[in-house]
């Protein structure tokens, strides 16, 4: 049975929790206007149905994660990885493939991606390992950390293929390094090394990019080269968030989604379906809720007790403002599209009771702020 300090739930982030409890249902209500069938067509799929039983299992999860100390998990965090990183190759060879990408386990009951289980593990993972580190770290630590952290699961997601989640963990990993402290002829040399790579290695990083990878940098490019065929998914996104106006169409009165214009309006595309619905006015609320969640995560990080604990509340935090950045940002057309869902609106059950994990660990460190609760 799960206990719970009494005098934690006083400390408990209700504000945290309630913002991305709204966000959710903001998806949910997105979802099923997305999905509904045009002029009462055949039956309305599922999909928003599923996203609330996911919800639940989320909101147990989260409850759950919040009642023990999260310094305990420190001490398992190589297990974590080890395992984070079997699962990483278990999916490579027994993976389900679906839309040309392996990236699902499936048990049978249910399916899930192991790339996301790993972003809970490796925020864990790298936080354990940079909290003992000398600020700034020294040469033979950074290149530890980019090995291990950035290197070998970029090397494995890349190859699901899953080009958006791997180039996010290794850019997360250079932001925990930099947090840490890297010497300053050390960042300019990487940097040096990097650009210089880019040159060199364009050509062998292009070809070695599936067939559909290219044609989306094509597109972010110039999507009017292709209208109708590589540049549709980002030309009806941009249509679908400028019909929106200021005011929005109404709930349940936007078109682009039901009529199936936009390809995949429940995941990676449920922003424009929303603004279509809500306008400037609805989109200007729902970007001020994402960016009060990721002030508060930023502040616990400099309020926690411990460096463990402020390591782990920037990792999440990094998490949380890249995925919204990419999502949005490749909506409207200003960044390619990446398969980055938008956190706690687009469906996907193993994505959302992750990120609940990670809302969970940010709120379990700012619960345990105060000296009182250290043994």
């Given at each position: 049975m799960l206990k719970i300090d009494r005098r934690l739930i006083s400390y408990f982030d209700w504000i945290t929790f309630a913002i991305v409890f709204f966000i959710c249902i903001l998806g949910i209500l997105t979802l099923y206007s997305a999905t509904r069938p045009p002029l009462d067509e055949g039956e309305q799929p599922p999909f928003y149905v599923k996203q609330l039983?996911?919800?639940?299992?989320?909101?147990?999860?989260?409850?759950?994660?919040?009642?023990?100390?999260?310094?305990k998990l420190k001490n398992f965090w190589l297990i974590f990885y080890i395992i984070g990183i079997l699962l990483?190759?278990?999916?490579?060879?027994?993976?389900?493939?679906?839309?040309?990408?392996?990236?699902?386990?499936?048990?049978?009951?249910?399916?899930?991606?192991?790339?996301?289980?790993?972003k809970i593990i490796f925020i864990i993972s790298i936080s354990a390992f940079l909290e003992d580190k000398q600020s700034p770290l020294s040469i033979k630590d950074t290149l530890k950390a980019l090995l291990i952290f950035g290197i070998i699961p970029f090397s494995l997601i890349i190859k699901q293929p899953d080009l958006g989640t791997a180039v996010l963990l290794f850019a997360i990993t250079f932001i925990m390094i930099i947090y840490k402290g890297l010497p300053v002829r050390l960042l300019i040399l990487l940097l040096f090394i990097f650009i210089i790579s880019i040159f060199f290695l364009w050509e062998i990083l292009w070809e070695g990019l599936k067939e559909y990878q290219k044609n989306r940098l094509i597109a972010f490019i110039d999507p009017s080269?292709?209208?109708?065929?590589?540049?549709?998914?980002?030309?009806?996104?941009?249509?679908?968030?400028?019909?929106?106006?200021?005011?929005?169409?109404?709930?349940?009165?936007?078109?682009?989604?039901?009529?199936?214009?936009?390809?995949?309006?429940?995941?990676?595309?449920?922003?424009?379906?929303?603004?279509?619905?809500?306008?400037?006015?609805?989109c200007f609320i729902l970007l001020t809720l994402y960016f009060t969640l990721f002030i508060r995560c930023w502040k616990?990080?400099?309020?926690?007790?411990?460096?463990?604990?402020?390591?782990?509340?920037?990792?999440?935090?990094?998490?949380?403002?890249?995925?919204?950045?990419?999502?949005?940002?490749?909506?409207?057309?200003?960044?390619?599209?990446?398969?980055?869902?938008?956190?706690?609106?687009?469906?996907?059950?193993?994505?959302?009771?992750?990120?609940?994990?990670g809302i969970a660990l940010v709120i379990n460190v700012r619960m345990r702020r105060f000296e009182l609760f250290y043994p």
């Open positions: 039983i996911w919800l639940a299992i989320a909101t147990l999860t989260l409850i759950a994660f919040v009642t023990f100390d999260y310094i990483l190759i278990i999916v490579l060879f027994t993976g389900k493939t679906a839309m040309g990408a392996k990236r699902w386990i499936n048990l049978g009951f249910f399916s899930f991606q192991p790339s996301e289980v790993f080269i292709d209208p109708k065929g590589i540049g549709y998914n980002i030309m009806q996104s941009v249509i679908t968030v400028g019909s929106g106006g200021l005011f929005g169409k109404g709930f349940l009165e936007g078109t682009q989604g039901p009529l199936k214009f936009l390809p995949e309006r429940h995941t990676d595309f449920i922003f424009p379906i929303f603004a279509e619905e809500w306008g400037f006015i609805g616990t990080s400099i309020i926690a007790k411990d460096e463990f604990g402020k390591l782990l509340s920037i990792g999440f935090t990094s998490i949380f403002v890249l995925y919204f950045f990419i999502n949005i940002g490749m909506t409207l057309g200003i960044m390619p599209v990446v398969g980055i869902p938008l956190p706690f609106m687009s469906y996907g059950g193993t994505t959302l009771v992750a990120n609940f994990i």
